[in-house]
C-alpha cells in the first residue's frame, strides 16, 4: 500500500507540472541503500516499472550505498536535478538542512515531494508535499505509552539515528513533551489565562448592571450578561480544576 501510494503521488505531481520533458524519469533518492526499511519502495518502484513498460515515465530508485553519507545523498540529488530527463523527485531527507540547501541551490522548477523524513518546517516551501508519519505525533504517542508503562517515573534511554533527520528529531521532541507534561502544561496555562479573562467580564457585568438605574429599561439585561458571564466562568474553573488535577500542579502564569 505504502509503495503503490508513493508511486500514485510521484505521478500525481508530475501530471500538475508543467510541460513534460523528452525523458521522464521518477526519481526516488532514499537515505541510504542499506537501510531495509526502504526496500519495499525499491521493490515498489521495480514493480511498477514492469507494470507500465509504455508508459512515457520510468521509476528510478537510487541513493548512496550506506545510511550515514548524508553528503553522498545531497550529492546524488545535486546531480539528479541537473539531468534534464528527471521529470520528479521523491527524497527521504538524511540531513534535512544539508538537502534543503541542495534544492535551494539547484531552483529546480521540477516538483520535488519528500517521503518518511521531511524537511525542517522553514523548509517545507522548497518542497511540493510530504507523505509519511506524523513523526511528532508518534514521539508524543510513544511518550504516553512509557508513563503508562513505568507509571512510578524513572530514568530511560532513547537510541536514535542520524542527529539532522527531521524525523527523528520530531519523534525525539514529541515523546520528551509527552514525558514532561509539557503539552498539558500549556492547556492548563491557557484555561487559566480564559479564567482571568472571564473574571474580568463578569466584574464588568456586576459593575453595570449595579450602576444602572432601576427605571432603566436595559438593566434586566444587564443582569442577564452579568449571571450569564458568571456561569461561563463557574464553567472555565471545573475545566482549570480538571487539567491542574491531572497535571498534578499549578503551573506559573506569565
Known amino acids: 500500500m505504502k509503495k503503490s501510494l508513493l508511486l500514485a503521488a510521484t505521478a500525481a505531481l508530475v501530471i ?15 537515505k541510504g541503500l542499506d537501510n531495509p526499511f526502504f526496500e519495499a519502495i525499491h521493490q515498489g518502484c521495480e514493480k511498477w516499472n514492469g ?12 541513493g548512496p550505498a550506506s545510511t550515514s553519507d ?28 544539508l538537502i534543503a540547501q541542495t534544492i535551494r ?17 522553514e523548509d517545507a516551501g522548497l518542497r ?8 511528532y505525533l508518534m514521539g508524543k504517542k510513544i511518550g504516553e505509552y512509557i508513563k503508562k508503562a513505568k507509571s512510578n517515573g524513572g530514568t530511560i534511554s532513547t537510541i536514535e539515528g542520524n542527529p539532522a533527520a527531521d ?3 520530531r519523534r525525539a521532541q514529541g515523546m520528551r513533551d509527552a514525558l514532561s507534561g509539557k503539552d498539558l502544561e ?22 453595570a448592571w449595579s450602576n444602572a438605574d432601576d427605571g432603566d429599561p436595559c438593566k434586566a439585561d444587564l443582569e442577564h450578561c452579568y449571571i450569564q458571564a458568571t456561569m461561563n466562568n463557574t464553567a472555565q474553573i471545573a475545566v482549570v480544576d480538571a487539567l491542574i488535577t491531572k497535571l498534578g500542579y499549578i503551573p506559573q502564569v506569565p
Request: proline share 6%; glycine share 4%; net charge negative.
Open 16 to 30: 500538475g507540472a508543467g510541460p513534460a520533458l523528452a525523458k521522464k524519469q521518477l526519481v526516488i533518492v532514499v
Open 51 to 62: 507494470e507500465n513498460k509504455g508508459s512515457e515515465y520510468e521509476c528510478f530508485y537510487t
Open 70 to 97: 548524508e553528503a553522498g545523498e545531497a550529492q546524488i540529488l545535486q546531480d539528479v536535478l541537473s539531468k534534464p530527463d528527471t521529470a520528479a523527485v521523491a527524497i527521504s531527507p538524511s540531513n534535512a538542512p
Open 105 to 121: 541551490s539547484a531552483n529546480p522548477s521540477i516538483p520535488i515531494m519528500t517521503v518518511d523524513a521531511d524537511l525542517a518546517k
Open 128 to 135: 511540493k508535499t510530504y507523505l509519511g508519519t506524523d513523526n
Open 167 to 169: 524525523n527523528i528529531l
Open 186 to 207: 500549556i492547556a492548563a496555562i491557557a484555561a487559566i489565562r480564559k479564567h482571568r479573562e472571564m473574571i474580568e467580564t463578569a466584574e464588568r457585568a456586576h459593575e
